[in-house]
């Protein structure tokens, strides 16, 4: 089984269309969540971080759910402009003192086309 | 402006010529890394470094070496290349302090070995 493992899609939905992407992780161990959005021939770059609590940013949402070792994205009233890759990463935490070493983990990433 | 810079961002070169790609950060971050993209495999770790003189195989390593002797430069060397090490390859920072630090990516290398 992969470390982390994403629906790699190809997800082709409308303008204004909500869409849900959901990303499986098999370290329990895990503690940091991470969604990255990355254009075609581009580098990453970071879109959210995932918090226990669920967090939102303006039309996308990040939930975490430690118990089934998922987390999901949701990105509503989708915008041409949001047509990209998305992946999420994983960290574990292997220091209690504060900061992470863990290895940072990719899923290998879900398109997303959002069509006229 | 903080950023992560690599050069070159394109290179053909040939089977067994050595190069290097360097990877420069301007924000004192104590974390680097390389990663190589392909399809189907998605963002794999080459190698990372936890600070100066401290660095470690990540998932793919073999035909590859670094070296950390400033902490803002972590270059990428291919002593002998071969065909299978095309690919694009990113090099990212983040500091050390804090539980949910994200990586910051440089623009990319697509390297050709032909």
């Known amino acids: 089984r992969k470390e982390v493992e994403q629906d790699p899609g190809p997800f082709n939905v409308p303008e204004g269309a909500t869409v849900a992407f959901n990303c499986t992780y098999s370290n329990s161990a895990s503690q940091s969540f991470f969604w990255y959005r990355q254009d075609c021939r581009k580098e990453p770059k970071l879109l959210m971080s995932?918090?226990?609590s669920g967090n939102e940013d303006g039309r996308f949402t990040a939930q975490l759910n430690r118990a089934s070792q998922y987390i999901s994205l949701l990105i509503r009233d989708s915008k041409l402009s949001d047509s990209a890759t998305y992946l999420c990463a994983v960290r574990p935490m292997l220091n209690a003192g504060g900061t992470s070493y863990g290895k940072l983990t990719f899923g290998q990433g879900t398109i997303l086309t959002v069509h006229p | 402006e903080a950023q992560v810079t690599q050069n070159p961002r394109y290179l053909i070169t040939v089977t067994g010529k050595k190069l290097t790609v360097t990877c420069s950060q301007n924000m004192n971050h104590e974390y680097m890394s390389w990663y190589r993209q392909d399809p189907g495999l998605g963002l794999r770790q080459i190698y990372y470094?936890?600070?100066?003189?401290?660095?470690d195989k990540g998932d793919v390593p073999e035909g590859y070496k670094v070296s950390r002797k400033e902490k803002r430069n972590f270059p990428l060397i291919l002593e002998s290349p071969s065909p299978n090490q095309t690919s694009l390859y990113f090099c990212?920072?983040?500091?050390?302090?804090?539980?949910?630090?994200?990586?910051?990516f440089g623009d990319g290398t697509r390297l050709s070995i032909l």
């Open positions: 470094s936890m600070n100066v003189e401290v660095t």
């Open positions: 990212a920072s983040r500091g050390l302090n804090g539980n949910n630090q994200p990586q910051h």
């Open positions: 995932v918090y226990s």
